[in-house]
Nanobody
Framework: QVQLVESGGGLAQAGGSLRLSCAAS????????MGWYRQAPGSQRELVAT???????NYSDSVKGRFTISRDNAKSTVYLQMNSLKPEDTAVYYC????????????WGQGTQVTVSS
């Protein structure tokens, strides 16, 4: 079992920045992939950004160039630096972890609210 705890959400103005953190309950060194997803009211959960254990990055087109995902294995933490925020970035942001050991296991955090005002 893995617990993921997000923090860093809150209220920001358009054009501002926020940094989300996701702390795992154990070492993330072997986690195949970690990522951030978001869900706005009335919408499906969507990919924001992912980082693999080898350091490969993937971003949705809507955040490319504005958001940066990073992982610190020593601190068992994944970050999402969000710059140039837009009102459409308003959503609950969820951290996820994918572990493949014969089977695939996906874990989710409880989510953190990000609200961007215009």
């Amino acid at each position: 079992q893995v617990q993921l705890v997000e923090s860093g959400g809150g209220l920001a103005q358009a054009g501002g920045s926020l940094r989300l953190s996701c702390a795992a309950s154990r070492s993330i060194f072997s986690f195949n992939k970690m990522g951030w997803y978001r869900q706005a009211p009335g919408s499906q959960r969507e990919l924001v950004a992912t980082v693999t254990s080898s350091g490969s990055l993937n971003y949705s087109d809507s955040v490319k160039g504005r958001f940066t995902i990073s992982r610190d294995n020593a601190k068992s933490t994944v970050y999402l630096q969000m710059n140039s925020l837009k009102p459409e970035d308003t959503a609950v942001y969820y951290c996820s972890a994918l572990i493949i050991t014969g089977r695939e296991y996906t874990y989710w955090g409880q989510g953190t609210q990000v609200t961007v005002s215009s």
